[in-house]
């Protein structure tokens, strides 16, 4: 029951507090050029991925994000490369409901201009299989302490079958639904915590899923991180990138 609680309060507060990079090392610079950091007053609050050049893919718990930063490799500089957009309008699933369906959108101020350090990231259109090898980013803290990184971090991750992640998840209340894929690092505690929700879980170059939510404790193999699936919600991406 006291599992069951500290898993309910994780889902209760917002993406910024649920989510950060474990157990990852330091990405090549502007290696991910499709990596937004998603802001309020001038603070990191969320990842996000660029998909068209004035919308960013993230996750509808990451509510209150006024900015988007994009081309940068760390968030301590003002680096040559960096554009910086308002959101013009956030668009949250229409059937959110924490931690289901979410996924949002975020139509910027602007276009982006495509450059070396700012690309768009393709949506994985075919089904993600288990064991699937891909990989995570983000600039959320990096252990207990709570220290930023100086860089944008990144972790490998292997996806989970439906039925290995809800084994996993066996003794707390919680449906992995078929909207939802997992993964779990190469080693215990590395994955997505604090800061990161709403990071794209990148799978063969496409963006396969969005960080969502994780145990109580970040990275444990024991309750795998739920990304949502970027796939089963296709349709409602392309239906708003051509209407808003």
Same mark, same amino acid.
């Given at each position: 029951?006291?599992?069951?609680?500290?898993?309910?309060? *994780?889902?209760?507060?917002?993406?910024?507090?649920?989510?950060?990079?474990?157990?990852?090392?330091?990405?090549?610079?502007?290696?991910?050029?499709?990596?937004?950091?998603? @802001?309020?007053?001038?603070?990191?609050?969320?990842?996000?991925? *660029?998909?068209?050049?004035? !919308?960013?893919?993230?996750?509808?718990?990451?509510?209150?994000?006024?900015?988007?930063?994009?081309?940068?490799?760390?968030?301590?500089?003002?680096?040559?490369?960096?554009?910086? !957009?308002?959101?013009?309008?956030?668009?949250?699933?229409?059937?959110?409901?924490?931690?289901?369906?979410?996924?949002?959108?975020?139509?910027?101020?602007?276009?982006? @201009?495509?450059?070396?350090?700012?690309?768009?990231?393709? *949506?994985?259109?075919?089904?993600?299989?288990?064991?699937?090898?891909?990989?995570?980013?983000?600039?959320?803290?990096?252990?207990?302490?709570?220290?930023?990184?100086?860089?944008?971090?990144?972790?490998?991750?292997?996806?989970?079958?439906?039925?290995?992640?809800?084994? @996993?998840?066996?003794?707390?209340?919680?449906?992995?639904?078929?909207?939802?894929?997992?993964?779990?690092?190469?080693?215990?505690?590395?994955?997505?915590? @604090?800061?990161?929700?709403?990071?794209?879980?990148?799978?063969?170059?496409?963006?396969?899923?969005?960080?969502? !939510?994780?145990?109580?404790?970040?990275?444990?193999?024991?309750?795998?991180?739920?990304?949502?699936?970027?796939?089963? !919600?296709?349709?409602?991406?392309?239906?708003?990138?051509?209407?808003?």
């Amino acid at each position: 029951m006291a599992v069951r609680l500290v898993l309910l309060l *994780l889902f209760a507060i917002s993406g910024a507090d649920a989510s950060r990079i474990v157990g990852g090392r330091d990405a090549a610079p502007h290696s991910r050029p499709y990596m937004a950091s998603l @802001q309020a007053g001038g603070n990191h609050l969320c990842g996000g991925a *660029l998909i068209k050049e004035d !919308f960013v893919v993230t996750a509808a718990s990451c509510a209150g994000v006024t900015t988007v930063v994009l081309g940068v490799d760390s968030l301590q500089g003002n680096e040559q490369t960096k554009q910086e !957009f308002s959101v013009f309008k956030s668009i949250p699933h229409p059937a959110y409901n924490n931690p289901k369906n979410d996924i949002m959108l975020l139509r910027l101020s602007s276009k982006a @201009q495509l450059t070396e350090a700012v690309q768009v990231i393709p *949506l994985m259109s075919g089904n993600l299989m288990p064991e699937s090898r891909c990989m995570t980013a983000g600039w959320g803290v990096i252990g207990d302490n709570m220290i930023s990184p100086n860089r944008l971090q990144e972790v490998n991750v292997t996806t989970l079958s439906r039925r290995a992640c809800q084994r @996993q998840w066996r003794d707390i209340d919680i449906d992995i639904a078929s909207s939802m894929v997992c993964g779990v690092g190469d080693r215990p505690y590395q994955g997505f915590c @604090q800061g990161d929700a709403g990071s794209p879980l990148v799978c063969n170059g496409a963006i396969a899923g969005v960080a969502s !939510f994780s145990g109580s404790r970040c990275g444990n193999p024991m309750t795998p991180d739920v990304y949502t699936r970027i796939s089963c !919600f296709t349709h409602w991406i392309t239906t708003v990138l051509k209407t808003s």
